[in-house]
């Protein structure tokens, strides 16, 4: 299947806002992303269910669908924000219109929860899409000045970016070495979450990224285990660690690994280019990765080199 790219964004495209997870705690916390989108030359129009709440979702799993596929539907809306991640994605993939996705290439970013709904998409439509930030998680307080400028240069430029070199602070090498694929990944437990289903794409040759949020040592290494033992971890070229934010043991006096201890582990076991501490995911200070897009990775030179646009 061909790989498909949106169209890159330009300024006064319409930017469709929708809660396809958890609510967002404040409503007030979207209309402050518009503004902010609003700021920077665009226009913003909201999903007619993103600010309701039924537990721990942002309403029912009909109306999450319902506003996507407007937004895919309207001809005018040229990207598709997310206000947050928590939970709720999963619920989802099997009342998404794939063929609609398909017809209709747009801009579709977030992370955390949207990896679900991110690597489903590249399964059954091959649309590259973005895990970057979410409207009411980084844009209503005002985005970090190196989230913005990597952001917003991804989606509205055809130009192939530039290589990305990290300072020793910034990204560790755990194992050595260079290599090239296809970028693949987001949230672990959301690629854990989907082994087994029609919705896991084939990770054969791909970069594989990941990140993680609240999870303790031990849930770490389950996953990444579990990953192992799917036999997905032997088919990737390259491993690229994020942000593993608040991964420590909830009681410090009970006997743990850490979340580093496990992630070194596995760089020894799998033996291929693996760079970890890379700013994505749980962070304010973050990387905007293209899922779907290839990329080189040199884990010596602690850099990443897009070899694409992400938008045409």
């Not at 973005?130 to 989230?147: E, N, Q, W």
Request: with cysteine; net charge positive.
């Amino acid at each position: 299947m061909t790989t498909r790219k949106a169209s890159r964004l330009r300024k006064g495209d319409l930017i469709g806002i929708v809660s396809p997870a958890s609510p967002i705690a404040d409503p007030m916390k979207i209309e402050a992303g518009v503004r902010y989108l609003e700021s920077l030359g665009y226009r913003a129009t909201v999903g007619e269910h993103a600010t309701k709440a039924v537990g721990y979702l942002a309403g029912s799993d009909k109306e999450r669908v319902e506003d996507l596929h407007a937004m895919l539907s309207d001809k005018k809306v040229r990207a598709i924000l997310c206000v947050r991640g928590g939970y709720g994605t999963p619920r989802l993939l099997s009342l998404l219109d794939f063929r609609l996705i398909s017809a209709n290439p747009k801009i579709i970013v977030g992370f955390s929860d949207i990896t679900a709904i991110q690597l489903a998409i590249w399964k059954k439509c091959r649309l590259v899409t973005f895990h970057g930030p979410m409207l009411g998680v980084d844009m209503a307080g005002g985005m970090d000045s190196y989230a913005e400028e990597m952001f917003w240069r991804l989606i509205t430029s055809t130009r192939k970016p530039e290589r990305i070199e990290f300072n020793h602070n910034e990204a560790e090498p755990l194992h050595g070495g260079r290599s090239m694929g296809c970028l693949l990944g987001g949230n672990l437990s959301l690629l854990v979450s989907l082994l087994g289903t029609r919705f896991l794409p084939d990770f054969r040759d791909a970069v594989l990224f990941l990140e993680e949020v609240g999870e303790e040592p031990y849930r770490i290494d389950r996953m990444l285990t579990q990953l192992s033992n799917a036999r997905l971890l032997d088919r990737v070229k390259a491993i690229l660690g994020g942000s593993f934010s608040d991964c420590v043991p909830k009681d410090p006096k009970a006997p743990s690994r850490t979340t580093d201890d496990v992630l070194v582990e596995v760089a020894a076991a799998l033996r291929i280019p693996f760079l970890t501490k890379i700013p994505f995911g749980h962070v304010t200070r973050k990387l905007t990765l293209p899922v779907g897009v290839r990329a080189r990775v040199d884990a010596d030179a602690r850099s990443i080199q897009l070899i694409e646009a992400a938008v045409k």
